[in-house]
């Protein structure tokens, strides 16, 4: 191996200026995410906030109703990804090889795991909201087209998937929202304290 080969590496065997200062920036972004992990409302209302930004720039600008469109399918595959587990118990049904989700009462219990985690589904959709948002300073990405329709197959599409993934939730009983461990009464204690 000559000098050079290696990524990142000048012609003196030395990390290039550019590499370093990617490096870095990446080292940043990712501290900055794991600061973030903790504090999911927060990140969410930041989410929300920035959609609320993106909507008002594409209604005063009147155009880019493609990449808001592009924007609302990538969402609602994220969603469908999150609401998903991560092993397709449909797929399951025949072969016996792995576990799979309890369909009956005295099964064993093992836990709803994801296919797309919460903190995976925040960041995708952030970054989804951040590039249509630099989308709409382009004037190539304004495609005029008749928004309404648009609107309407984005419903239907909606209402549809929705549909599927819903009847899929019943058929192999799952749900994807738990709140934290169940927390169970024992026996009330009926006997009186006594006092000294």
């Not at 309890?102 to 919460?118: M, S």
Request: aromatic share 18%; hydrophobic share 40%; with cysteine.
């Amino acid at each position: 191996m000559s000098e050079g080969d290696s990524i990142g590496e000048s012609v003196h065997g030395k990390s290039s200026v550019v590499y370093r200062f990617f490096s870095r920036l990446g080292q940043i972004y990712q501290s900055w995410l794991d600061k973030s992990t903790p504090y999911t409302a927060v990140r969410w209302i930041v989410t929300l906030g920035l959609s609320f930004i993106y909507m008002i720039r594409v209604y005063l600008l009147q155009g880019w109703y493609i990449v808001t469109y592009a924007l609302g399918i990538y969402h609602l595959n994220l969603f469908i990804a999150f609401l998903s587990p991560k092993v397709d118990p449909s797929l399951m049904e025949d072969s016996d090889d792995g576990p799979s989700l309890p369909t009956r009462q005295n099964e064993e219990f093992r836990p709803f795991i994801r296919r797309l985690p919460e903190f995976k589904f925040w960041h995708s959709a952030t970054k989804g909201i951040l590039v249509a948002m630099a989308c709409t300073f382009f004037e190539a990405f304004n495609v005029p087209v008749f928004w309404p329709i648009l609107v309407m197959y984005f419903i239907m599409l909606f209402c549809i998937t929705m549909k599927r993934q819903i009847k899929h939730m019943i058929k192999y009983r799952y749900i994807p929202f738990t709140h934290g461990k169940r927390k169970y009464k024992g026996k009330e204690d009926v006997g009186k304290t006594f006092a000294s």
